[in-house]
């Protein structure tokens, strides 16, 4: 509407102004909602916002010749090089732009990777990732074409970046390489259980920097990469996600064995997480100084789920089907054996 008011109505220079600046605005404010919806941050929808605005008003005005001979006017020369303020509004302008629509063919990449049903999930994180990589360097040549940024300048900065690179960022690429060939080889996936150090939980993502592994306390413990490459890791559900889960279990030397046996394997096999096949066993694995030790095998299929809740409610069934077939459990017993001393008999005698 502001524009065919402005194109079609014979204005004076104050309204035409303001027909200009309420269209800018118009144009400004569209821009910045449609980069919030793109999940751009708040400063790069406002720079985003304020190109618009002024790009807007000055065509609205007349065109932008005035507007960038001006900006073009104001510079400075460094060595053979003239940095001008149009150059660097160009600059911003360009970047914050690239920067937008990276992210949402990003968005849109990962999410029809995401889509892809024919692929596992290792496979899919492992497209996604290169995919990201591919948006990120097709931005940044586009953005040197449209900049027309000579490369043979930046013979310098790229050898001091590759320096960089040798020494600074030398674990940072290094964790970049190691996460590729994890979802490569798939040794470690999301999904995953593993335990590496003192760490046990569920593999979330796998990152450029580190892979992120949920505790069953939710703590979230960020891995670096390598160190998966390099450290021993137990893997629950490399090959399988079956586990087995072994819990201990002692009964006085009073009761019947056979019986005690048996309410043990009925106790497993009562809890809804242990699997029917394969059957919980039960070993009968020492006799101790207070009880008949055995030990319960118990095989899941949910290890992600926790180990230590199928072991607390095996017993607490066991618990109750004790008490109800009077099997002892037992707790450690000390004979005392008291001798006096020859000192002790003397100290009682006298003489006359």
Same mark, same amino acid.
């Given at each position: ?23 800018? #605005? +118009? ?30 008003? *000055? ?9 960038? *001979? ?7 020369? #460094? ?13 911003? =302008? ?76 030398? %674990? ?41 592994? #949920? ?55 009562? +809890?809804?997480?242990?699997? %029917? ?13 207070? *009880? ?5 095998? =118990? ?23 004790? %008490? ?29």
């Amino acid at each position: 509407m502001l524009l065919v008011v402005g194109n079609a109505a014979t204005l004076s220079p104050i309204a035409l102004m303001i027909v200009a600046l309420a269209l800018g #605005v +118009a144009v400004a404010m569209l821009g910045y909602h449609l980069c919030r919806a793109a999940s751009l941050g708040t400063a790069t929808a406002g720079v985003l916002a304020f190109a618009a605005l002024v790009a807007t008003t *000055s065509a609205t005005l007349g065109g932008m010749q005035p507007l960038v *001979s001006g900006l073009n006017s104001v510079g400075m020369t #460094v060595g053979t090089h003239r940095i001008t303020l149009l150059g660097v509004v160009n600059f911003v =302008v360009v970047a914050a732009v690239l920067y937008a629509l990276a992210r949402v063919a990003n968005r849109v990449v990962l999410h029809s990777i995401g889509r892809v049903h024919s692929l596992d999930v290792s496979q899919r994180a492992l497209v996604q990732k290169l995919a990201s990589i591919a948006i990120v360097v097709l931005a940044v040549l586009l953005g040197i074409d449209l900049l027309g940024i000579d490369l043979t300048a930046l013979t310098v900065f790229s050898g001091a970046f590759g320096l960089a690179v040798g020494f600074g960022l030398q %674990k940072t690429f290094g964790n970049l390489i190691a996460g590729l060939i994890l979802l490569m080889d798939r040794s470690v996936k999301p999904g995953d259980v593993i335990v590496v150090g003192d760490t046990f939980g569920q593999v979330g993502k796998i990152g450029v920097r580190a892979v992120s592994v #949920v505790t069953r306390d939710g703590k979230e413990h960020l891995i670096p990469n390598e160190q998966l490459m390099t450290d021993p890791v137990e893997n629950w559900s490399y090959s399988s996600r079956n586990v087995r889960v072994h819990i201990k279990v002692g009964v006085g030397y009073d009761s019947d064995l056979a019986v005690a046996q048996r309410l043990m394997i009925e106790a497993a096999l009562a +809890a809804p997480r242990v699997l %029917k096949d394969p059957k919980p066993t039960v070993w009968l694995t020492d006799f101790g100084d207070s *009880s008949v030790d055995h030990e319960i095998l =118990v095989w899941i299929t949910d290890p992600e789920a926790g180990v230590g809740n199928v072991r607390s409610e095996v017993l607490n069934r066991l618990w109750v089907s004790f %008490k109800e077939n009077g099997i002892e459990i037992p707790f450690p017993q000390r004979d005392i054996h008291i001798r006096s001393g020859g000192a002790a008999e003397n100290a009682g005698v006298g003489t006359a």
